[in-house]
């Protein structure tokens, strides 16, 4: 890479740096707040649905259980940009704004990671009980879930660690939407792999071999599935179990296929524009940081998506996730009534005397011993 362009660049006495334009600045304020409003709603009812009976015992559910957690970890971490770029327009927390950056960033790209690799296991655990379903109970277990998710927690904090040392990374423009951290000295080659090796890490790790799997895995499960309906019978069961496992089954497909459709539709977008800026910083072509900085941003709330929409799609393509939400909702209400009636009765039985009749003087002459 020329080093004389990139002095033109990053040269302060020449270059102010990139801005945020005013749709960058009404997506960030109003795009996001839109999405975090439904995310952290739409996780937290997943969290409870998928925590119900019918749901609970399969290890796919745990792992939805699991994807809803790292979803709103990454909505959790997003709201620092929604209030830097769509609220107060300027940086904030600028004193600790080199630690918040190796925060902020390690934890959305941890959080991206795991969220992507959550839906390969997904496929993996459908794909297995599709094509080894005598086999299916023995590997698709609760503790295997966890086991799989401690690796995938592990090889994410190896990935993006370097975005911890304060030697590297910190702020690079404060206040702007995906530049607003980076590299804390220019010259360095560190600084050439952040912006030109690291973003092919990243898209290959988080989106291009996460979504080849899945799609890999998709289309055998769907061959597998129109070749022999039986696979999804286990033996020993009766007519009425083996009817309702195969719709636990076709259920859950539903659920990954939507899944993976979000995922391939909100990621692909911004992985292919991070594909290409790098490309064009790499060939040293002439570039326009306003551009790539606001693409990228606009893009970047598309990606949003991915983790806050999960449940909606889920309440439209599955009516078994739909009646278990509703199963979840009219539990919460009968337990409210029941304690609003469970009080109502306290106070009769500790104010009111029982009556005979509705006459409580009545009663009290019937309980008097007769002489």
Not at 157 to 166: D, K, R, T, V
Not at 228 to 247: D, E, P
Not at 274 to 295: C, G, K, L
Request: glycine share 4%; net charge positive.
């Amino acid at each position: 890479m020329n080093t004389t362009n990139i002095s033109v660049i990053y040269d302060a006495s020449v270059y102010t740096g990139p801005s945020n334009s005013p749709v960058v600045v009404l997506l960030y304020r109003y795009g996001l707040g839109f999405i975090f409003l439904c995310g952290f709603t739409g996780n937290l009812a997943s969290m409870a649905t998928f925590m119900q009976i019918t749901l609970r015992a399969t290890s796919t559910a745990f792992l939805f259980l699991i994807l809803a957690v790292s979803d709103s970890l990454f909505l959790l971490v997003s709201i620092f940009d929604f209030i830097e770029v769509g609220l107060t327009q300027e940086p904030i927390l600028l004193t600790n704004y080199d630690s918040l950056c190796r925060f902020r960033w390690f934890l959305k790209g941890l959080t991206q990671f795991c969220s992507a690799w959550i839906l390969v296991f997904v496929t993996i655990d459908r794909w297995l009980r599709t094509r080894l379903p005598f086999k299916a109970n023995k590997w698709c277990t609760h503790k295997n879930v966890i086991i799989v998710t401690i690796c995938i927690i592990i090889v994410g904090i190896s990935l993006h660690s370097h975005m911890l040392s304060a030697e590297f990374f910190g702020k690079f423009f404060p206040g702007i939407a995906t530049v607003a951290c980076g590299p804390v000295q220019l010259w360095t080659p560190y600084t050439l792999f952040f912006f030109v090796q690291w973003p092919f890490i990243q898209v290959f790790f988080v989106c291009l071999i996460p979504a080849t799997l899945m799609l890999l895995g998709s289309i055998d499960i769907h061959r597998t599935i129109q070749k022999t309906k039986s696979r999804i019978q286990t033996v020993g069961m009766n007519q009425t179990q083996q009817l309702r496992q195969a719709r636990l089954h076709r259920q859950m497909l539903i659920l990954m296929i939507s899944s993976i459709m979000i995922f391939f539709i909100t990621t692909l977008p911004v992985s292919i524009r991070q594909i290409v800026a790098a490309y064009a910083i790499f060939a040293n072509t002439t570039i326009d940081e306003n551009e790539i900085v606001n693409e990228t941003a606009i893009l970047t709330v598309l990606l949003s998506f991915n983790y806050a929409i999960n449940f909606y799609v889920h309440c439209l393509t599955s009516k078994l996730f739909r009646d278990e939400f509703i199963k979840f909702i009219k539990i919460i209400y009968r337990l409210a009534g029941c304690t609003t009636g469970n009080n109502t009765i306290n106070i009769n039985q500790n104010v009111l005397p029982p009556t005979v009749n509705g006459n409580a003087q009545a009663n009290i002459r019937h309980q008097q011993p007769r002489t």
